[in-house]
């Protein structure tokens, strides 16, 4: 079974720090992403990553970097906290499988969560 | 812009029961896929179904399955003989291809979620 870790179920941090927040898969999966979760939002992309040392914005990349040295890890970053980034979130990986040019959407896998509170 | 839409926030069915939860989508990609994930308390989301768009027939994983129409744009999900397991938050997602410096990646984009109790 694949496994999505992620580094902490619950974290407090104040405004103006600088949070991490770590993600490990297990699967050799070329795709991580990182969402958060609000009550009547859904989840919401904030960036994700297809390679080593590659990332893409998502749809609310504002206020958060990500770091992917290694295939296994991907690290979503708050470079200076604020209270409306108080929220859960979430990290998945999936894998892509294809040749030829044939791309095949395999299914995402996600972590427990961090619910991260900024004070 | 692609959406997905839950119009139920919440629905309640008694155990044994058939629910059905809705979903519409907007996308202008004519090859895609729709998926059903599922939240219990614990948080940990699970794929419970997967649909292929160019595939006409409904997917169906033992109880789930889906009411598939492209054309409507719409991915609905029954849930047959419900069990107090199933109690969870249920989100539709469809996905997106998005270019990348080395050609293409997918990405979700979810619904807001439709929570279900299941009754006894």
């Known amino acids: 079974d694949v496994k999505v870790t992620q580094s902490s179920r619950y974290l407090v941090k104040r405004t103006g720090e600088k949070v991490f927040l770590e993600c490990v898969q297990d699967?050799?999966?070329?795709?991580m992403f990182w969402y958060r979760q609000d009550p009547g939002l859904g989840l919401r992309l904030i960036y994700f990553?297809?390679?080593?040392?590659?990332?893409e914005k998502g749809d609310i990349p504002e206020g958060y970097s990500v770091s992917r040295e290694k295939k296994e890890r991907f690290s979503l970053i708050l470079e200076s906290a604020s209270t409306n980034q108080t929220s859960m979130y979430l990290c998945?990986?999936?894998?892509?499988?294809?040749?030829?040019?044939?791309?095949?959407?395999?299914?995402?896998?996600f972590g427990d969560g961090t619910r991260l509170s900024i004070l | 812009a692609q959406t997905v839409t839950q119009s139920q926030p919440e629905m309640s069915v008694q155990e044994a029961e058939t629910v059905t939860l809705s979903c519409t989508y907007d996308?202008?990609?004519?090859?895609?896929?729709l998926f059903w994930y599922k939240q219990p308390p614990s948080r940990q989301m699970i794929l419970v179904i997967r649909q292929e768009a160019y595939k006409q027939q409904n997917a169906t994983e033992n109880r789930f399955s889906v009411n598939f129409q492209k054309a409507a744009k719409s991915f609905s999900l029954k849930i047959s003989d419900s069990q107090l397991g199933d109690a969870a938050m249920y989100f539709c997602a469809h996905t997106n291809e998005l270019p990348t410096a080395t050609g293409t990646a997918s990405k979700l984009t979810f619904g807001t979620g439709t929570r279900l109790q299941v009754t006894l």
């Open positions: 996308t202008s990609e004519s090859d895609y896929y």
């Open positions: 990553s297809y390679d080593v040392k590659m990332k």
């Open positions: 998945a990986s999936s894998s892509y499988r294809g040749s030829g040019g044939f791309y095949s959407n395999q299914p995402q896998h």
């Open positions: 699967m050799d999966h070329e795709n």
